[in-house]
């Protein structure tokens, strides 16, 4: 096998086969991605493109076998990020549809619903929307404000939206296709307020034509993903029979009699966002595989195009000779493939959590927790190297047939959608700080300031990220350490987590021991508490890519471009806390810079692993041969 | 006056009329920025609005009276950022038409290429291109291939584009309505190469057939500035008389002979790029103002939108509230009010340097070096400000009608044109690193580690620059100096970009006395030399912004605010050079946070200074409005 070879089996993990299935239909005419198509046309051609791919079975893989799926909720995971290397709105389609309206139907709903529905949502002969998000309320969504309220006396439920602010709003599929949606409403039984709920509300006949009550507005044209109908919905009083309710977490009797297994509303609030995690994996795993596709573009460029070099020298030098060319690239490219390991880990916890039902409740915190991270830093990430890939292709990048204005545009959204990135990591700290003690606690972050301060610093310390605190931080310990052996990058990593996380728990309980508000302690900690979930991420990040690496001394090398310049990144914190000497803190950007020499004559290498079809590179291939054409 | 109106007036400098017109007209039904236009029909909308401001005037300002216009070159700029304020097309259309071929005829042509085509392209009466970059040389323009060879039998140069990769591509006004093309080419005369030179040549008649000879390709739909037609040129050895030569630096007899008053071809290159530094100027100032859109309608929605907060509260908290969100908005405000004020000094050194021709050698380098510096950090913030703001306002910034889709699109390729930012902050670095001795030198970064190495030690910190280091290197000597006092602050950005240059000079010749090769030395110290432009770039910016925070208290606090801010995120060099203890470094941390809770209260009259025409803020105040009707 070539190098690329045994990376690319090492990238692909366990679902190598999946994923050349979604590659060599990326790869067929036709179906590359749009660069300049108009809005309907795009719509069309996606709504086209998924029927496609539902009928030959391709979306329907993580559902029950009875329902023309395989149970494979891992496999999903690794087909959707691949499908990622091409048009994005097909892919947000297929997350619409398959992973956020057949996830909830699935993992919501019970037996009744799944027998009705999920083959027609498979195959796509039913295109439904997931009507979570309000104008008012996005991130706190726990107090959106659509209700339904049981009516026992037509044993149905009403669902209402009670004003504008309270409409549906960007959810996609609404504007054009969606006819049945799962709306998330405050469910009112006997007159008291039960929660957010998820209930099956039909919203066009089959015909196209909008159901009685229901209003829908298109969205209209957006940043990007413009091949998905986005629209926002308004229900006037619209009445469903009550097995409409999907009944999995709570059950409404024919007479009103509210049960549920989940004694604390909150707690099932965020049972039920949990059976959800996987829109947060599916959307962390396409940015990483957007970003993907920026880099072989960019290096590819780098790796013909020639600019300035020695004078009298037969040729210009090639852009990724340039120390700057290869930090900008080579660095997010170790970030990428850090990521994308990272990512395969995900996968397999996802697998485990959805195929295993007696899966602790610890674990499937976990998971949720580290989704929530993954997708933040996966995201940022995408945003960043697109844009740095850009910059490095010049004016030839700002082409739209260059697709770096489809990745950027359609990626934007990521940051935003499946959780704010600014809540998602506030979210991943919450849990971190409490030990997932508060997990189901309010997603508000004044709670999680109350808990904390609520807690003996004792207890905090005791639990198993805290304990080697102690021991790590005395200062410059590791000066001789090998910057280049895992185990210090890890030392490093893990000591920057534990001191953020203890020093954070120091703060938040001290501010509130002195008499301050909640909200003061939680706006003077802000900043820290951030950094603990994304040092969090961090480590967990590296443990992923060091354990990849020990097969590979070429990734073992990238390994430590990640890791070492990430803490080159955060060398003022390290020198700060007397962990790292100013001359140490030298060696580490000398050391990247090193890195990156070592990395380049690879490059080509690395990118070629992604294995990112030809025909989603847009014209870089034709600026290749250009290039090839520049007389020495 | 109010506090915005005060500020304002600081903002607009001693143009307030002039910008104050150009938001009349941004103001204007039918002048509101294009956010959903098929690509031909905005490239019509906008040559029709440029030809409504040349009809009254107001592109010509900086041509000579008798042909139009004011001799204000001051102004121009002035007007061009404001116009910023709005569609980023018409910006761009107007640059090249009024900007850069207008200004290629006025600077680099005499007397009769004034009086025969200044009027006509004042007026819009006559569109042109100019045609610098071409497909193979974007940076490396000093080696572009095209060639004009001068015919003394007819008296005429003969163009030609030797192959694909010496034709000129993104040339803006090419694909529909150029007429005239400045055209930078290789001079041959006598069978000798003069270097590169510019010339006149028709690309269309009158009705707007292609010229015989040439061939001109649309480059198609682009990233975003969908509303200018770039296009490709080849020339087929095509014939123009020898008066198309602007001649002003170099004249070629009827009998061929070459005569220039600069002798060294490098040298007279630069002479005329230098001519051309408006054009940096003006990207870095229309940059400014994209940022100061976008912080408008983030930082609006931030004091509108609520989300979370205090349990049981009567409403939830506003987003500018929360630390992350001030942190996010706040900070780079300071740095595109930093900058802002930084733009006012450059337009009155540009404004000093087109109206005093003994302006003296030196002067002008500096413009030309500030210019190229600041282009690249104002380019790089608007592209991060802009992406945070996007970010900040979630999924309502993802529609079109939000005017971040324009913003981000348009803004993006400002990183790279007129110079790419990493080349031009190189430049930078140069021009200091050689105390602008080698301005005339090879833009080629050898050229300057070849330069630095050739000198003396000794001489090189005799420069002014270098004069005061050996004062200010030891390590924390003002530990207990006020973090707040301007002259601290300064204190620091001073000793860092001084170190910085001492430093990076000792590098580039200690590799070369080590007898290392030109290119290797470059690529080992290239990070550390892009590091010394960025710094005293830094230095010019927070100067510039201190003067002016003099006058104004809120100011001061937000100058403190950009000040320290760069400080946080240099931590980790003062550390590395012990020029900021741990302590001392967390206390900057500290510091910043502050500064952002202090100047929260005064966040919409800050943004309200920049006076963006409500019709460049998209819907936000659509969104302004629902958000009021959030019940309590």
Same mark, same amino acid.
Not at 331 to 345: D, E, G, H, V, W
């Given at each position: 096998?070539?190098?690329?070879?045994?990376?690319?089996?090492?990238? +692909?993990?366990?679902?190598?086969?999946?994923?050349?299935?979604?590659?060599?239909?990326?790869?067929?005419?036709?179906?590359?991605?749009? =660069?300049?198509?108009?809005?309907?046309?795009?719509?069309?051609?996606?709504?086209?493109?998924?029927?496609?791919?539902?009928?030959?079975?391709?979306?329907?893989?993580?559902?029950?076998?009875?329902?023309?799926?395989?149970?494979?909720?891992? !496999?999903?995971?690794?087909?959707?990020?691949?499908?990622?290397?091409?048009? $994005?709105?097909?892919?947000?389609?297929?997350?619409?549809?398959?992973?956020?309206?057949?996830?909830?139907?699935?993992?919501?709903?019970? %037996?009744?619903?799944?027998?009705?529905?999920?083959?027609? *949502?498979?195959?796509?002969?039913?295109?439904?929307?997931?009507?979570?998000?309000?104008?008012?309320?996005?991130?706190?969504?726990?107090?959106?404000?659509?209700?339904?309220?049981?009516?026992?006396?037509?044993?149905?439920?009403?669902?209402?939206?009670?004003?504008? +602010?309270?409409?549906?709003?960007?959810?996609?599929?609404?504007?054009?296709?969606?006819?049945?949606?799962?709306?998330?409403?405050?469910?009112?039984?006997?007159?008291?307020?039960?929660?957010?709920?998820?209930?099956?509300?039909?919203?066009?006949?089959?015909?196209?034509?909008?159901?009685?009550?229901?209003?829908?507005? =298109?969205?209209?044209?957006?940043?990007?993903?413009?091949?998905?109908?986005?629209?926002?919905?308004?229900?006037?009083?619209?009445?469903?029979?009550?097995?409409?309710?999907?009944?999995?977490?709570?059950?409404?009797?024919?007479?009103?009699?509210?049960?549920?297994?989940?004694?604390?509303?909150?707690?099932?609030?965020?049972?039920?966002?949990?059976?959800?995690?996987?829109?947060?994996?599916?959307?962390?795993?396409?940015?990483?595989?957007? /970003?993907?596709?920026?880099?072989?573009?960019?290096?590819?460029?780098?790796?013909?195009?020639?600019?300035?070099?020695?004078?009298? @020298?037969?040729?210009?030098?090639?852009?990724? =000779?340039?120390?700057?060319?290869?930090?900008?690239?080579?660095?997010?490219?170790?970030?990428?493939?850090?990521?994308?390991?990272?990512?395969?880990?995900?996968?397999?916890?996802?697998?485990?959590?959805?195929?295993?039902?007696?899966?602790?409740?610890?674990?499937?915190? %976990?998971?949720?927790?580290?989704?929530?991270?993954?997708?933040?830093?996966?995201?940022?990430? @995408?945003?960043?190297?697109?844009?740095?890939?850009?910059?490095?292709?010049?004016?030839?990048?700002?082409?739209?047939?260059?697709?770096?204005?489809?990745?950027? !545009? &359609?990626?934007?959204?990521?940051?935003?959608?499946?959780? &704010?990135?600014?809540?998602?990591?506030?979210?991943?700290?919450?849990?971190?700080?409490? &030990? #997932?003690?508060?997990?189901?606690?309010?997603?508000?972050?004044? !709670?999680?300031?109350?808990?904390?301060?609520?807690?003996?610093?004792?207890?905090? /310390? %005791?639990?198993?990220?805290?304990?080697?605190?102690? &021991?790590?931080?005395?200062?410059?310990?590791?000066?001789?350490?090998?910057?280049?052996?895992?185990?210090?990058?890890?030392?490093?990593?893990?000591?920057?987590?534990?001191?953020?996380?203890?020093?954070?728990?120091?703060?938040?309980?001290?501010?509130?021991?002195?008499?301050?508000?909640?909200?003061?302690?939680?706006? +003077?900690?802000?900043?820290?508490? $951030?950094?603990?979930?994304?040092?969090? *991420?961090?480590?967990?990040?590296?443990?992923?890519?060091?354990?990849?690496?020990?097969?590979?001394?070429?990734?073992?090398?990238?390994?430590?471009?990640?890791?070492?310049?990430?803490?080159?990144? %955060?060398?003022?914190? #390290?020198?700060?806390?007397?962990?790292?000497?100013?001359?140490?803190?030298?060696?580490?950007?000398?050391?990247?810079?090193?890195?990156?020499?070592?990395?380049?004559?690879?490059?080509?290498?690395?990118?070629?692993?992604?294995?990112?079809?030809?025909?989603?590179?847009?014209?870089?291939? *034709?600026?290749?041969?250009?290039?090839?054409?520049?007389?020495?």
């Amino acid at each position: 096998m070539s190098t690329a070879e045994t990376l690319r089996a090492l990238l +692909d993990g366990p679902y190598t086969q999946t994923r050349d299935r979604v590659r060599w239909w990326l790869s067929q005419p036709g179906n590359e991605p749009v =660069d300049d198509l108009p809005l309907e046309e795009h719509r069309a051609r996606v709504l086209e493109w998924s029927r496609e791919l539902a009928s030959q079975g391709d979306t329907a893989i993580g559902y029950p076998a009875e329902y023309g799926g395989k149970d494979n909720p891992g !496999a999903v995971v690794a087909a959707f990020e691949t499908l990622a290397l091409g048009d $994005l709105s097909l892919l947000v389609k297929c997350g619409v549809q398959f992973g956020l309206f057949g996830g909830a139907i699935l993992h919501l709903g019970t %037996e009744k619903h799944h027998a009705r529905y999920l083959q027609d *949502v498979g195959s796509m002969e039913l295109p439904g929307c997931y009507a979570m998000t309000e104008t008012g309320h996005g991130s706190n969504v726990q107090h959106l404000r659509t209700t339904a309220t049981y009516d026992p006396d037509t044993q149905e439920f009403v669902v209402n939206t009670p004003d504008d +602010d309270a409409r549906k709003d960007y959810i996609g599929n609404a504007a054009r296709d969606g006819r049945l949606a799962v709306v998330f409403a405050q469910l009112i039984t006997g007159g008291e307020s039960r929660g957010v709920h998820a209930l099956l509300v039909p919203i066009r006949h089959e015909d196209g034509e909008v159901c009685d009550g229901v209003r829908i507005e =298109d969205c209209g044209p957006k940043l990007g993903l413009n091949g998905v109908d986005n629209g926002r919905i308004w229900f006037d009083n619209v009445r469903i029979p009550r097995e409409n309710l999907l009944d999995k977490l709570a059950q409404v009797h024919e007479d009103g009699t509210y049960f549920s297994p989940i004694e604390s509303s909150t707690r099932r609030f965020f049972t039920m966002l949990g059976t959800l995690v996987q829109g947060r994996v599916s959307v962390g795993g396409a940015s990483i595989s957007a /970003s993907k596709v920026a880099l072989t573009i960019a290096i590819r460029r780098g790796l013909e195009r020639r600019q300035f070099g020695v004078p009298g @020298a037969e040729q210009e030098a090639l852009l990724m =000779d340039y120390r700057t060319h290869q930090r900008r690239l080579l660095i997010p490219l170790a970030k990428t493939y850090a990521l994308s390991f990272t990512q395969l880990r995900l996968i397999k916890d996802l697998h485990a959590v959805f195929t295993d039902e007696n899966t602790p409740e610890r674990e499937r915190r %976990e998971l949720e927790t580290l989704a929530a991270g993954v997708k933040a830093l996966a995201t940022w990430n @995408a945003t960043d190297t697109i844009q740095t890939c850009r910059e490095a292709c010049g004016g030839a990048g700002y082409l739209r047939s260059s697709r770096f204005a489809a990745l950027k !545009a &359609d990626t934007d959204v990521f940051t935003t959608f499946e959780g &704010d990135n600014t809540v998602l990591l506030q979210l991943t700290a919450k849990n971190l700080l409490t &030990d #997932y003690k508060d997990s189901f606690g309010d997603l508000n972050p004044i !709670a999680m300031v109350q808990f904390v301060a609520g807690q003996a610093l004792s207890v905090l /310390s %005791e639990r198993t990220a805290l304990r080697k605190v102690a &021991d790590s931080v005395l200062p410059g310990r590791d000066d001789d350490a090998d910057l280049l052996a895992h185990k210090t990058q890890l030392d490093l990593f893990r000591w920057r987590h534990e001191h953020l996380l203890t020093a954070a728990a120091r703060r938040l309980k001290g501010g509130m021991d002195a008499g301050k508000d909640p909200f003061s302690v939680l706006v +003077d900690t802000q900043d820290h508490v $951030l950094a603990v979930g994304r040092s969090w *991420v961090d480590l967990v990040i590296l443990e992923s890519f060091v354990a990849a690496a020990e097969q590979n001394p070429l990734l073992s090398k990238l390994c430590s471009l990640y890791a070492l310049s990430t803490i080159e990144d %955060e060398r003022g914190y #390290y020198q700060e806390h007397g962990r790292l000497s100013g001359a140490r803190s030298k060696a580490v950007i000398k050391a990247v810079n090193t890195l990156c020499g070592e990395l380049r004559p690879h490059s080509r290498e690395l990118v070629d692993a992604f294995g990112v079809p030809e025909t989603a590179l847009g014209d870089a291939r *034709v600026v290749a041969n250009e290039q090839e054409r520049v007389p020495a």
